[in-house]
């Protein structure tokens, strides 16, 4: 097992037995696997990639174009992406001549082949599909896969001990398979194909260690280069792995990506990878959101060929996942309510609170604000207060008022007929406390809510207190128009973009100094937090800020999908990834996404899909757009993604798509006009920056971090 994050191998280690038969050998970590079908992503897709991006074929191309005979019995219709993604309608496997040593002859069962379905109709998992494209590798370069292969790629990254055919020098560190007759299969490839090919073809007959496949993933990573050395250009990495709908699935030209093959992506690493399996037990997954690589090299088939690799890859794969991607052990961000407390409460002793908070309001143990401070001796809780959603964070309309039923404590709503604290509210109050986890965006309530307080607290000379929390983005990605004057609202307290990179702490800061609000403004700082920390890097457990944010994958692109959901198009809502889609039962969902993928828009894909929204508008309706993957969270530029997207809505829809309300939150009438006459995204976006060159400027004056 070999684990690669960042550009660097963290983990590295073999587990216990090479061999069992004849005798017990110990596994190493230098270990030789046949790889199987890993053989079809490492060698064969990355060399048709190659060849497609030296200009010698185009992947939309027949693949009759450049092997003629393949043509035979309707199959001039496949090309080789359709190959590449398993749905060219070949049949599964092949047979193929014996007993000669002439390419062209040994292949050419491969060519007489039928086929069973239309190309594209399904998914159809085939061996014959990757030995044909290793055919189509030899037509068009002159040299057969493995010469190709080791030229272009083994050499050239450095992969000591990858080979087809090993050889009897390297089999004594190679795992060996099943018995096949009298011989132990070792150094021998197992595929039976690739056995009668001379163990060299498309599909299967790649033997590597983990070392070396570690060093493919991090050029595959690192966008096609390796250690200075480039072998793959970053557009033919992008085209090789970025995800394609298909029957029943995702997949990428060459690899895996959301199938039921993709057992070993594990539970926890997010739509957006690639990743393959091998017979033999093999596997990779690829996380370019993280920058991390799992390699497992298991060897299932020896002694008996009854092993099953399937668990193991799988939780391994789950456990690698929840390190890169969950709460991160060690990680040291305190936020405001344990700094408070770590100071023994100095800044509320003997003072009377009224709390605004909900669910998200807890210290890093998960205990509620509200219980901590109603235990601290020397202060007096009076009220609580909830924003939108309610105390519980369950509600998606206006909460009324009500007593919270394990404290005793009024609770008074500040999302219904009343936005702010009445003067009868704050009875016995001298201190308002904020503790609330925001998302960043302006039009998100939360920021009104904030500003709100801080004019009820300078109006009634009360002080307020924020407990700080981390920006999920990280706070440093200003983004979005700001907003026009006059169209303040409860989803617009200020002219701010709407990605403003603070925390709410540091925009309780500029509100209150740039409005002049004069409020006795205390923020408790975060500890530990660093600019630019994304939420996965701060080992606090993510409590949804409201109903439909359930990860900070979903609050990553809530800031331009949000924009677009007071239309007539679903965003998600009422599914288990609420603005991961984008569609209607009237959309044409191929061609939204085939345009969407054309804007290169980066760190992110668009892919055909189909969902039922269980809730808000169509649910219970099929719904037909696109999902949207995220596959970079540093470059991903959410806004821009939404504004993209309304403007391929009007060119498709100019009348099926009812956008009244798409200027309500953007509050920016120069960005809805550039969407409506298909003004380009970039153009919008270069109409932004003079004003956020001018808010950053403002912004910096209130940083904290």
Known sequence: ???????????????????????HEPMTADTLFDLASLTKPVATAASIHLLAERGKLKLTDPVAKYWPEFADKGKQGITVEHLLLHVSGLPASTPLAYNTSDPALLVAPVAALNITD????????????????AEVVRRVSGERLDAFFRASFVEPLGMKDTWFNPGRELAVRTAPTERRGDLMLRGQVHDYLASRMGGVAGNAGLFSTADDLARFCRMILAHGELDGRRVLSPDSVREMTRPRAVPGGMRSLGWDVDTGYSGNRGRLFPLGGVGHTGFTGTSIWIDPSSETAVIILASRLHPNGKG??????????????????GPQPGAATLPGIDVLEKNGFQELKGRRVGLVTNPTGVDKKGVPTIDVLKAVPDLTMVALFSPEHGLRGEADAPVADRVDSRTGLPVYSLYGPRKKPAPSQLAGIDTL???????GVRFFTYATTLGHLLETAAENKLRIVVLDRPDPSGGTQVEGPLSDAGSESFTCFHSIPIRYGMTPGELATLLNVERKIGAELQVVRLEGWRRGDRFEDTGLKWVRPSPNLPSPAAARLYPGIALIEATNVSVGRGTDHPFEYVGAPWVDGWKLAALLEEAKLPGVHFV??????QASLYGGH?????????VDPETVQP??????????????????????????????????????????????????????????????????Y
């Not at 239309?118 to 494209?133: M, T, V």
């Not at 099953?308 to 991607?325: F, L, S, Y």
Request: glycine share 8%; net charge positive.
């Open 433 to 439: 406390v904020y503790d609330v986890q925001d998302v």
């Open 308 to 325: 099953d690799a399937k668990r193991v890859r799988a939780e391994v794969a789950t456990i690698v996942g929840a390190a890169v991607h």
């Open 622 to 630: 099929a719904c037909l757009g696109v999902r949207i993957v995220v």
């Open 639 to 704: 806004v821009s993604v939404g504004v993209e997207i309304a403007r391929q809505l009007v060119r498709m829809y100019p009348t099926d798509w009812n956008r009244e309300l798409l200027g309500g939150l953007l509050a920016n009438a120069a960005t809805v006009r550039g969407i409506e006459s298909g003004e380009p995204t970039a153009s919008i976006v270069a109409q932004w920056q003079p004003g956020l060159e001018q808010f950053r400027q403002v912004r910096a004056r209130h940083l904290l």
């Open 118 to 133: 239309p190309p594209g109709r399904k998914l159809r998992y085939s061996d014959a599909g990757y030995i044909a494209l």
């Open 1 to 23: 097992m070999v684990v690669v994050h960042r550009d660097k191998t963290v983990f590295r280690k073999a587990y216990g037995l090479r061999a069992e038969v004849p005798g």
């Open 608 to 613: 055909p899909a189909q969902f039922v929204p």
